[in-house]
């Protein structure tokens, strides 16, 4: 099965709102995957819309190139003998 993705756009509220902006997407009809990176550090308006579309392209890209977001990074644990 080929992995489907829609197209990840930037989540935006005016910034006296305090409320967090994030890039969204949904990965094969799944809930909506939420990146931040550093996206609320930037106290500027235009400052922080311009990262945030930027980050939207690195998402897209990396979707394109083959990045599965759901995937969980499991460390392999040691079973104890009995």
Same mark, same amino acid.
């Given at each position: ?18 409320? =967090?902006?994030? %890039? ?10 939420? %990146?931040?990176? =550093? ?15 930027a ?28």
């Amino acid at each position: 099965m080929k992995n489907r993705w829609t197209t990840p756009k930037l989540k935006t509220y005016p910034l006296e709102n305090g409320k =967090d902006w994030y %890039v969204w997407f949904r990965f094969n009809g799944g809930n909506p995957i939420r %990146v931040k990176e =550093d996206l609320n550090k930037i106290g500027n308006y235009q400052e922080r819309e311009q990262y945030g579309l930027a980050l939207a392209e690195v998402v897209e890209d990396r979707l394109k190139k083959g990045w599965i977001p759901i995937k969980k990074n499991v460390t392999p644990t040691r079973r104890r003998k009995l």
